[in-house]
């Protein structure tokens, strides 16, 4: 198979995919979108070893591992430091005033307020996405570290 | 690292896509070596220098980065 066949291919999956997304939310079927997911990606690494075309070589390998690692390095710090704020919000339990907090009649005491969990979800679904920007950014980087756009003379 | 591979390939009247598909990489990479923006496994050096039938030294040379030394 040649690259561009693949790449066509590739398309047209992505395209299927976003397709019985919105059709999965239609019938409120999260199942449906979750097992063509996986499908859809098994699909396009299967037509990847099909390509007779050479799509990458050691330098490509090279921009892909650096883009990930610095990916991994500073997503893992942002994710972790939201996530242990997440936590601790969660594990804070109302405790009884102390001793330099006086006394209120039981009418003033509001609960803690913390952020609900379903936010905290959403913030780390935020937080993905972002890790996705990361990753196409560094790989903008490193590909023209690399010399992706060098101008050819010849 | 600085590299002939650019003058061995005009010697050997080739293009960087002929090299490229001849030692089984993209000739992006090709390019990117001739112009010192990536510097080859030593896998790559060695087959690009047996392409050309000649020694690794003879296509890449070694020169470690200019560092600042105090001369104090």
């Known amino acids: 198979m040649k690259k561009n066949t693949f790449y066509l291919l590739a398309g047209c999956i992505a395209l299927v995919l976003l397709t019985l997304f919105w059709y999965s939310v239609e019938i409120n079927s999260p199942l449906l979108i979750e097992i063509a997911f996986v499908l859809g990606f098994i699909l396009v690494y299967i037509l990847r070893r099909m390509v007779t075309d050479l799509i990458e070589d050691e330098r490509s390998r090279k921009i892909t591992e650096k883009a990930a690692l610095r990916t991994f390095q500073v997503f893992w710090v942002i994710f972790c430091a939201f996530s242990i704020g997440a936590v601790m919000q969660i594990l804070r339990v109302p405790t009884f005033p102390r001793q330099h907090e006086p006394m209120r009649p039981p009418t003033e005491i509001f609960p803690p307020e913390i952020m609900p969990p379903k936010i905290m979800g959403y913030v780390q679904l935020w937080l993905l996405c972002l890790m996705i920007f990361l990753y196409v950014g560094f790989r903008f980087y490193y590909a023209r570290k690399y010399g992706d756009w060098e101008i050819d003379e010849e | ?72």
């Not at chain 2, 001739?34 to 030593?42: I, R, T």
Request: net charge negative.
């Open chain 2, 1 to 72: 690292m600085k590299n002939k591979i650019k003058v061995f390939r005009a010697m050997h009247d080739m293009t960087q896509e002929d090299l490229a598909q001849a030692i089984g990489v993209t000739r992006q990479t090709i390019l990117a070596i001739e112009k010192g923006k990536y510097v080859p496994s030593l896998d790559l050096a060695f087959k690009i220098a047996r392409h050309f039938n000649v020694n690794i030294e003879e296509v890449f040379t070694y020169e470690p980065e200019v560092q600042a030394v105090n001369m104090d």
